[in-house]
């Protein structure tokens, strides 16, 4: 079993910075492929941000040059670091894991808690 404890969320002005972490345990992490997501009211679930086990990363259109995710290996850490944010940005917050990205982008593997992040205008 995979555990994911995220960081807390936050709130923050159009324009501003968060930086959110996940903390996995229960599984060599070199071997996961992590992502995150997030999910608005009235809205489907949907991929923010990718890392494979090879450090390839992947993200949605909108959030391309504001956010960056990474991953301490040593650590068992994933971040995202989140730029120039935007009130469309707002949403809960969901980092996961799973050991194919197939699986993971289908939904499946494990899930941390989430989080929300209020951007505000």
């Known amino acids: 079993q995979v555990q994911l404890v995220e960081s807390e969320g936050g709130s923050v002005q159009a324009g501003g910075s968060l930086r959110r972490s996940c903390a996995a345990s229960?599984?060599?992490?070199?071997?996961?492929?992590m992502g995150w997501f997030r999910q608005a009211p009235g809205k489907d679930r949907e991929r923010v941000a990718t890392?494979?086990?090879?450090?390839?990363?992947s993200y949605k259109d909108s959030v391309k040059g504001r956010f960056t995710i990474s991953q301490d290996n040593a650590k068992g850490t994933l971040y995202l670091q989140m730029n120039s944010l935007k009130v469309e940005d707002t949403a809960m917050y969901y980092c996961?894991?799973?050991?194919?990205?197939?699986?993971?982008?289908?939904?499946?593997?494990?899930w941390g808690q989430g989080t929300q992040v209020t951007v505000s205008s």
């Open positions: 996961a894991a799973d050991l194919e990205m197939t699986s993971l982008l289908l939904g499946f593997g494990y």
């Open positions: 229960g599984y060599p992490y070199s071997s996961l492929c």
């Open positions: 890392i494979d086990t090879d450090g390839s990363t």
